[in-house]
């Protein structure tokens, strides 16, 4: 057996050599890795490199030409092979005996690529504490290349099927594996997570891997019916049981037999339900409102909810009882935030559905001379977020997107994603110490009100004379000009590629930067207004070309 590591291949004991202690810990070993969220190439999203090496005081190298990226579960590794990185490599290595376990050393030192991590560039070095790569860190490179650094587990469970759920992470596959032990049972099955997570997804994954596969699949939001309602929309009516009962009506278990019923926001059901509830799992016998016999049904029931019910029993507010026949078998369905390896994956899947329902999905196709469609900068502000809201929320601001975009070459900002990023660049604090923090908000234009400075505008309306102006105000540095201009950061970055006559800190030559530095003294901020370039930016040009 093999052990996959940063472009090597170790030589490990077999399975069976191994003591049972020795087993469970590598069951529990995890490796770093890297994920692509985004790269230029969109069939490549998803895939993984794993830095093995790391492990054992090896450095990994990131660059054009290393490590090997392929999908979870195949052995078919490509470099990220994109011509604007360096071949010269970022190094990650093991931050020494004297840090944390797990915590991790990136050196931009050798290379020219742009590193930015969690939205803040990378001045030569930055440490990753083992928990910042727990929980995962978002890198950008030079603007082209966003990557998910993370751990994955040494020896992943790999499940035989997808069950049409979208995602390769560790919480996912996990899913997964509990979908295909329950689903040929006819136990209840409680699903928990929070709103959002794709509950009756997994319920309708269930039903397809049952045996009831070919019987009906109703879904029923609990919260959604009028508690008078309730009992007679579950177990139906008889003619003449209430006022406008003109026939009689089968309820959601009658329809449901012979197949699965699902119960969305269980925890929302009256406690008259309650009790008719418990009595249909103990008898499989359905009693209808105004009906003098009980009626046999064959239903496989699946619940979920994202309320604690063990806190709503000691309320008062749900039956004990009705828990523990529901909870024949849970399976937890996790957060967004707790498979964040999975955004690339998630957002370029709505993207591409809400593209082609508006007949544009030809906007994803990769385009060798013209920025994409996509910007990298987007996807790394919206995989740093928070997504209380989850999956359901990710592919709501897809839409949102999509529709905002319709006929744009890029992808058009509005002002409900730039709240949204706005949010996400708020909760993203510097977790080390070579992170600055971004300059003041400068004044606003002169004849314009701030308020009216911060109002969002379109792209499209700003000239190449007032890009200019406001970053000379702003000292070229782009938040407070995007500020400035009414603008997001990524289409502020999207008119600087667009208009030729502004230059980046990147395109500096050594000849260029040596004159500045003799003509204004060594004077760093001299130097920066004379280039017109920022002056990190500046500072980071210097250091790639070894200039101190």
Not at 46 to 56: H, K, N, P, T
Not at 102 to 118: E, F, K, N
Not at 230 to 241: H, I, Q, V, Y
Not at 308 to 333: K, S
């Amino acid at each position: 057996m093999t052990e996959p590591t940063s472009g090597l291949t170790v030589e490990q004991p077999a399975w069976g050599d191994l003591s049972a202690g020795e087993r469970r810990r590598r069951a529990r070993a995890r490796i770093p890795a890297l994920t692509l969220l985004y790269h230029p190439d969109l069939s490549r999203v998803g895939e993984r490199a794993l830095l093995g090496g790391l492990l054992e005081g090896r450095p990994a190298h990131l660059s054009r030409l290393e490590p090997g990226f392929e999908p979870p579960g195949r052995m078919d590794p490509r470099p990220l092979g994109d011509r604007h990185l360096s071949r010269s490599p970022v190094r990650l290595s093991p931050a020494g005996a004297g840090g944390e376990p797990g915590s991790l050393h990136l050196s931009t030192a050798d290379t020219r690529t742009r590193v930015v991590v969690d939205g803040n560039p990378v001045q030569e070095n930055w440490t990753f504490s083992g928990r910042d790569v727990e929980r995962g860190a978002v890198l950008e490179l030079a603007d082209r290349v966003v990557l998910l650094l993370h751990t994955v587990p040494a020896n992943p469970v790999q499940p035989p099927e997808r069950f049409g759920l979208v995602g390769e992470s560790e919480a996912l596959q996990r899913v997964r594996y509990e979908i295909r032990r329950v689903a040929d049972l006819d136990v209840p099955v409680l699903l928990r997570g929070e709103t959002g997570t794709g509950k009756e997804l997994v319920a309708r994954a269930i039903h397809q891997a049952s045996r009831r596969q070919s019987g009906p699949c109703l879904c029923v939001n609990m919260g959604a019916i009028p508690a008078s309602l309730a009992a007679s929309e579950l177990f139906g009516a008889t003619k003449g049981a209430f006022t406008g009962s003109v026939r009689d009506q089968a309820g959601y278990f009658q329809r449901a037999s012979g197949g699965t019923l699902f119960l969305d926001e269980i925890g929302e059901a009256p406690p008259e339900v309650q009790v008719m509830l418990l009595r249909v799992l103990e008898t499989g016998e359905v009693q209808r409102v105004g009906g003098l016999e009980p009626q046999r049904v064959d239903v496989r029931l699946i619940a979920a909810t994202d309320a604690n019910l063990e806190q709503a029993i000691e309320d008062g507010r749900f039956r004990a009882p009705l828990l523990h026949r529901l909870a024949g078998y849970e399976v937890l369905v996790p957060p967004l935030r707790e498979r964040r390896d999975d955004f690339g994956r998630l957002l370029f899947h709505f993207l591409r559905e809400e593209l082609r329902s508006t007949g544009e999905e030809h906007r994803l196709q990769p385009r060798e001379e013209t920025p994409p469609w996509m910007p990298a900068s987007v996807v790394a502000r919206l995989a740093r977020h928070g997504w209380p809201g989850n999956v359901r929320q990710l592919r709501n601001a897809a839409r949102q997107i999509v529709i905002s975009s319709r006929s744009s070459e890029t992808v058009e900002i509005g002002p409900q994603i730039e709240k949204l990023l706005r949010g996400a660049s708020a909760a993203s604090a510097p977790s080390s110490a070579s992170a600055s923090p971004d300059p003041p908000p400068p004044e606003p234009l002169p004849g314009r009100k701030r308020a009216e400075a911060q109002a969002y505008r379109s792209p499209s309306e700003v000239t190449e004379a007032e890009l200019l102006e406001a970053l000379r105000a702003c000292r070229w540095e782009m938040k407070p000009a995007a500020e400035r201009l009414g603008i997001s950061r990524p289409s502020l970055y999207l008119l600087v590629e667009k208009f030729p006559s502004i230059r980046k800190a990147v395109d500096l030559t050594r000849a260029e930067i040596l004159e500045a530095q003799e003509t204004c003294g060594g004077n760093l901020d001299a130097m920066a207004d004379r280039l017109e370039v920022s002056k990190r930016g500046l500072q980071q040009r210097m250091a790639q070309l070894g200039m101190g």
